[in-house]
């Protein structure tokens, strides 16, 4: 059973910028897609980023976060990350990141969360 | 991009009895790609079903999902107390990504 643990939220100001990493284990990381998903307090889930399996050569953004947010990925060190700039009190969140699950029959879903870790963007 | 709406807002419900969850979708969707997650305070969201309707891993099978088109559900037959909490539906897009539903809370009537 594979593992995510992401690290690197915190207390930021409104136009700063924090580096998430989520450290995966216990599945090969390389041969997956994964995602970054965020949850503002009180509220629903809300994809935020999407980065193809092996380079990484593709990636997506939710509008909310797109030309602000860069998702990348170190497969040699099993390791996603999400890079946040110009931070919004509306980035407020806990973030999390999901490993993309390939069914037998071309289905997708998210098999595997991290724990999380929350973003506070204010002054 | 599709939209996905989820219904009721919330859900009053016993131990025992039967919940029925809808998600419609604000376009036709292929069902390989519509997922159904669990969501209790304070955790991440855990994966029950899967191409509307393939339990995941370690469900149990008083959950089960059907539907396709733009119309889904996701039905526990008997409501356990560990059932009592947030379920969200969700869409993969090749082109656009992945949408939730906002979220159905099932509380204890």
């Known amino acids: 059973e594979g593992q995510l643990l992401e690290s690197g939220g915190g207390l930021v100001q409104p136009g700063g910028s924090l580096r998430l990493s989520c450290a995966a284990s216990?599945?090969?990381?390389?041969?997956?897609?994964m995602s970054w998903v965020r949850q503002a307090p009180g509220k629903g889930l809300e994809w935020v980023s999407g980065i193809s399996g092996g380079s990484g050569g593709n990636t997506y953004y939710a509008e909310s976060v797109k030309g602000r947010f860069t998702v990348s990925r170190d497969s040699s060190k099993n390791t996603l990350f999400l890079q946040m700039n110009s931070l919004r009190a509306e980035d407020t969140a806990v973030y999390y990141c999901?490993?993309?699950?390939?069914?037998?029959?071309?289905?997708?879903?998210?098999?595997?969360w991290g724990q999380g870790t929350m973003v506070t963007v204010s002054s | 991009e599709i939209v996905l709406t989820q219904s009721p807002g919330t859900l009053s419900l016993s131990p025992g009895e039967r919940a029925t969850l809808s998600c419609r979708a604000s376009q036709s969707v292929s069902s390989s790609y519509l997922a159904w997650y669990q969501q209790k305070p304070g955790q991440a969201p855990r994966l029950l079903i899967y191409?509307?309707?393939s339990r995941a891993t370690g469900i149990p099978d008083r959950f089960s999902g059907s539907g396709s088109g733009t119309d889904f559900t996701l039905t526990i037959s008997r409501l356990e107390p560990e059932d009592f909490a947030v379920y969200y539906c969700q869409q993969y897009g090749s082109q656009w990504g992945w949408a939730f539903g906002q979220g159905t809370k099932v509380e204890i009537k």
């Open positions: 191409g509307a309707s």
């Open positions: 216990g599945f090969t990381f390389s041969n997956y897609a």
């Open positions: 999901a490993k993309a699950y390939y069914g037998a029959y071309g289905e997708r879903a998210f098999d595997i």
